[in-house]
């Protein structure tokens, strides 16, 4: 169990997160929705420890990880690994190497230093592009990969890290809506077979709509809704994203990435005066 | 233009605007530069006189530069050596008739480049990444790389050789830690800068990943960099070059102590026959290197 309590973080003025607090049990799927600025990223990496909370703490099973130094810290950041709007993959590295890099948490400085990873590393990361099918891909450089591809090969390194929790920050913000759903769908794959818990930062509700067990919805660094997505009415929407204030019409199906008809069709549509 | 839009109309203003203060801007800055350029001219000796004897015996004040241009072109002919095409080997003979010694002390000049080019780089590889404004681990690491770097490089080689012959005496030992000294100055800058043009995103994902700051050097930083890094150090092989061969002239080993000896005792065809060497294995060791590097840039320049 993740708990988050009273947890900040003051970028000089601006207050990014404000005093979050949330409980996440193990195995969920949790979507992060809410407008650019609305600290988002900013909660995820502090998670991560990425970004230092200004006050607050995160426990993880007892643990307390805002205390975290060092060695420990490093592993903490292993055990819940991180994927990037961006993929921030080595691009000039094969693609396996990429996924070992997963365990560098666990390696030696001399092994790390000269590339040199062990057997058992180096077939926990084909298993885990094997899962993802990309073992074609293994031995190109992840730089020529497609988005899709190159977002799927972060996940298979997140498995690597053998972790306890996924944060998932704007996976699929840059990738077309193919990819998206198959990166998705990976992402559901990972929490449903291992069950890790997923904390997933969203732009797209329809997504968080159709994936995720439990919306969590931001707005000036405060948790605004947290429920389940059937509870997330047109009203909360429009109060969550500001489009009654800006005058605009709103509409879900707008920001829609989803290809498949059907299941992941909005169910409520949110137009504003 | 008399029904111009009002908005047109603004326009042509600030239009006009610009352009007057673009006018002010460059007429203070033409006159500034040429004060400087006259005011250095003239502190350098450029309008200085100096007294000629002419070939009729008459003395006359003449303006510097031209009464010495002539003894350049004397001084290059004295350089000049005598050959005869009916004794042309003889003659070739004569004018490089160290060479067994000038060869052993080329050998010696290209060795103390690439020493000192491999100290650079080893130096300057490890000491670029603390000097990089975004990977430093902190602003005292970073200041401290930072200034020894510039203070090695700032105090020219030929300096640095002057003290290292005085510490461990004549010989190539002075010149190789002299120039590698200087080069790791100079490439610990270049390393630094192409370091601090890197792209943060895999580093980030190094760290996030649970890697420490000497993972995210290596495998967020040094794949991105490493073309850069060869094009550099071949550069400065070649700038080492061309130092290792003067080096010599503080007694710091290579082909510089020949030059000196050969001016000293006014041997001009020496000088000319050193200089026919430089020249040659100068341009010999740019060719390949130029060459080696655009292979490089060109095989690595897609997808950087």
Redesign the interface.
């Known amino acids: 169990m993740l708990l988050v309590e009273q947890l900040s973080k003051q970028f000089g003025d601006l207050t990014a997160v404000d005093a979050v607090s949330l409980v996440i049990p193990k195995g969920q799927m949790v979507g992060v929705i809410g407008r650019s600025g609305a600290g988002k990223s900013t909660l995820l990496r502090m998670i ?1 420890r ?1 970004t230092d909370p200004s006050q607050g703490s995160i426990v993880y099973e007892s643990q307390n990880v805002t205390a975290l130094r060092g060695r420990e810290l ?5 055990s819940c ?2 994927i ?1 709007q ?8 094969d693609v396996l190497t990429n996924v070992m ?2 365990r ?4 030696g ?1 001399m092994r ?2 000269t ?1 040199s990873f062990t057997e058992a590393d180096r077939s926990r990361a084909i298993d885990a592009l094997d899962r993802l099918d990309l073992v074609p891909q293994a031995l190109q ?1 992840a ?2 990969l497609s988005g899709g591809q190159q977002q799927r090969v ?1 996940i298979a ?2 498995l690597v ?1 053998n972790p306890r929790i996924m944060l998932a920050d704007e996976p699929i913000a840059s990738l077309d809506p193919a990819n998206a759903t198959r990166v998705m769908d990976a992402l559901r794959e990972i929490n449903r077979t291992d069950g890790l818990t997923v904390l997933v930062n969203l732009h797209t509700l329809d997504t968080a709509r159709a994936y995720c067990d439990r919306i969590i919805a931001m707005r000036a660094g405060q948790v605004r809704f947290d429920g389940a997505p059937e509870a997330l009415t047109s009203e909360k929407v429009r109060e969550i994203y500001g489009a009654g204030e800006l005058g605009t019409d709103f509409n879900e199906a707008v920001t829609s990435t989803s290809i498949s008809s059907g299941s992941h069709r909005p169910q409520i549509k949110a137009v504003g005066t | 233009m008399t029904s111009a839009s009002p908005a047109i109309q603004q326009f042509e203003l600030d239009y006009a605007a610009v352009r007057k203060s673009a006018l002010r801007t460059n007429t203070i800055s033409t006159v500034f530069f040429a004060l400087c350029f006259v005011v250095t001219a003239w502190m350098g000796g450029f309008f200085d006189m100096t007294d000629v004897t002419l070939a009729n015996g008459d003395r006359v004040s003449m303006w510097k530069i031209w009464a010495g241009l002539p003894r350049l072109g004397e001084y290059l002919y004295k350089t000049l050596p005598v050959l005869h095409w009916e004794t042309l080997w003889g003659d070739l003979v004569n004018w490089f008739w160290r060479w067994k010694v000038w060869l052993q002390l080329l050998i010696e000049t290209i060795l103390i480049a690439y020493m000192a080019t491999l100290l650079g780089v080893v130096g300057a590889f490890l000491l670029s990444f603390p000097a990089s404004r975004n990977l430093a681990p902190n602003r005292i690491i970073f200041n401290v790389t930072r200034r020894y770097l510039e203070i090695i490089r700032t105090v020219p080689d030929l300096v640095w050789a002057l003290i290292f012959v005085f510490c461990f005496g004549v010989g190539p030992l002075a010149g190789v830690l002299a120039i590698g000294l200087h080069a790791t100055g100079a490439l610990g800058k270049l390393y630094s800068e192409a370091n601090e043009n890197a792209d943060m ?2 580093v ?9 700051w ?2 995210q050097i ?3 930083i040094v ?2 960099v ?1 073309p850069n890094i060869i094009s550099y150090t071949l550069l400065r092989f070649e700038i080492n070059v061309r130092s290792s061969s003067i080096i010599g002239f503080v007694g710091a080993g290579g082909l510089g102590q020949e030059i000196r000896v050969a001016m000293s005792l006014q041997e001009y065809t020496d000088l000319s026959a050193l200089f026919l060497i430089i020249f040659t294995t100068v341009i010999v060791i740019d060719m390949l290197s130029e060459n080696v590097r655009h292979r490089i840039i060109g095989l690595t320049g897609k ?2």
């Open positions: 991560n990425l490093r592993l903490w950041r292993a690994a991180m990037f961006q993929f921030n993959l080595v691009e000039r590295m890099v997963g560098i948490a666990r390696t400085f790390s230093m590339r450089r730089g020529t972060a390194k997140a890290q | 995103r895999p980030e994902g190094i760290k996030a990943s649970g890697g420490s000497f993972d290596r495998y967020g794949p991105q490493i997808g950087v």
